[in-house]
């Protein structure tokens, strides 16, 4: 498989030829050509072909995207094993406290879940995760919160229980793999919907990850489930590309996505990047401590936003959003 991947910049010093990245705040003049087995070559903006050009350049219309920077989707686990923040959300009155917290920090999107899907974790029955979540939305619309909400789950009944609720759209870690009763869900209610990439499930998917080449084969799986969700009637202008950070990958397999993560903008939907206080920032900077781990969440986040990525998906809101404010001023024109 060939694939053609933007070189984002950012810089104020903007050539003409220069096209912006999916209607966004990065710009490219140069595509890297990528073909597994091979060293890159790079080839300006006018050597690509037109349909490239286009996923590549066509703007991203959900409409909680921001214009000019990415959405930050804010994490509320309400579980009581999640990796980072396991047992402090699971009480509805904690979980609203910090619902409302990330809200005030500035989140554009709230992710709910009640499922935790760190590696290793136990399966959870569709009531006790409706439980979990279903009361927490629409305690939140019930005191008028107006910002979207996303159900983080792979079950039709959980997510059709929490858009009764007021939930917006859908976040499936198996990318419409574990329950064929989502796509039509999803696809009736007319709500974008979010697929990840994993490799096995959560309880093994850490224990032996392998690709032939980490780069091509997670595009292959997110190009043919793009495919699938569209054929089950959700048009790709709904549909959020996530390469799934942690889910089934080493060190390296996480390194290797995240530098060359705006890959995946051919696929000519948004991409979300969720790495936040994930354990490759453990590994390679020894904190053992998930809460320990903003700096290095931030740093990711601001790596993906140098390559345009339109969601960041993240624990520490506010911590975020200051760093991204000011890495945006920094690269301004100033009059
Ligand atoms: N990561 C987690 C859960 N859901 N959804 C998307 N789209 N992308 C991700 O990277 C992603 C996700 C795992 O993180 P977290 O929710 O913090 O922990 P847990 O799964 O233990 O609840």
Known sequence: MMLYRPIPRTDPARPAAARWLAGGWCWFAEAEILTPGQPARAVPVSELPLPALKALTG??????????????????NVTPDSFSDG??????????????????????????????????????????????????????????????I?????????ARAALEAGADL????????????????????????????????????????????????VYAFLEARLAAAEAAGIPRTRLISDPG???????????????????????GCPVLLGASRKRFIGTLTGETRADRRVAGSIAVALAGAAQGVQILRVHDIRETKQALTLWHACQQEQE
């Open 245 to 267: 950070i942690g889910f089934g990958k080493t060190v390296v397999h996480n390194l290797a996505l995240i530098a060359r993560i705006s890959v995946f903008h051919m696929l």
């Open 87 to 148: 047992g402090r959300f699971l009480n509805p009155e904690a979980a609203l406290i910090q619902a409302r917290g990330l809200i005030a920090d500035g989140a554009d999107i709230l992710d709910i879940g009640g499922e935790s899907t760190r590696p290793g974790a136990a399966d959870v029955t569709v009531d006790e995760e409706i439980s979990r979540t279903a009361p927490v939305i629409a305690a939140l619309r019930a005191e008028g919160v107006t910002v979207p």
């Open 170 to 217: 859908v976040n499936d870690v198996a990318a419409l793999g574990f329950d064929a009763e989502l796509a039509p869900l999803v696809a009736a209610r007319g709500v974008p919907l979010c697929l990840m990439h994993a490799q096995g499930d959560p309880a093994t998917m850490q224990d032996d990850p392998r690709y032939d080449d980490v780069l091509s084969d």
């Open 150 to 158: 996303s159900i983080d789950t792979r079950k039709a009944a959980v």
């Open 59 to 76: 703007p991203r219309t959900l409409p909680f995207l921001p214009a000019g920077r990415p959405a930050l989707m804010g994490i509320l």
